[in-house]
Nanobody, 124 residues
Framework: QVELVESGGGAVQAGDSLRLSCSAS????????MAWFRQAPGKGREFVVS????????RAADSVKGRFIISRDNAKNAMYLQMNNLEPEDTAVYLC?????????????????WGQGTQVTVSS
């Protein structure tokens, strides 16, 4: 059983940056595909970005390309999301997810493990 805990959320102004962290325990982190999803009030869970087990490949939603950067440190069992030039539309609860599937998929159903989420609020 893999446990995921997110941190780093907060309230910022448009144009600011934030760095989210996801700490994993209970499994072999280096064998997991990791991803960030987000969920805004009244909306479904939305794929943001994913990263391969070795960190060499990633896949991002069009809405965050060029602004969000995903990375991981397998030695620390941690994943990060650097969010730059934040927009009010980025306001959501950001969730860390992990999958044993060795593909950078965007569907939430393929991710078996989930964190509780961290709130990001961007004001204009």
């Amino acid at each position: 059983q893999v446990e995921l805990v997110e941190s780093g959320g907060g309230a910022v102004q448009a144009g600011d940056s934030l760095r989210l962290s996801c700490s994993a325990s209970g499994g072999t982190f280096s064998k997991l595909v990791m991803a960030w999803f987000r969920q805004a009030p009244g909306k479904g869970r939305e794929f943001v970005v994913s990263i391969s087990w070795d960190g060499t490949n990633s896949r991002a939603a069009d809405s965050v390309k060029g602004r969000f950067i995903i990375s991981r440190d397998n030695a620390k069992n941690a994943m990060y999301l650097q969010m730059n030039n934040l927009e009010p539309e980025d306001t959501a609860v950001y969730l860390c997810a992990a999958s044993h599937t060795n593909m950078l998929l965007t569907q939430s159903t393929v991710y078996r493990y989930w964190g509780q989420g961290t709130q990001v609020t961007v004001s204009s």
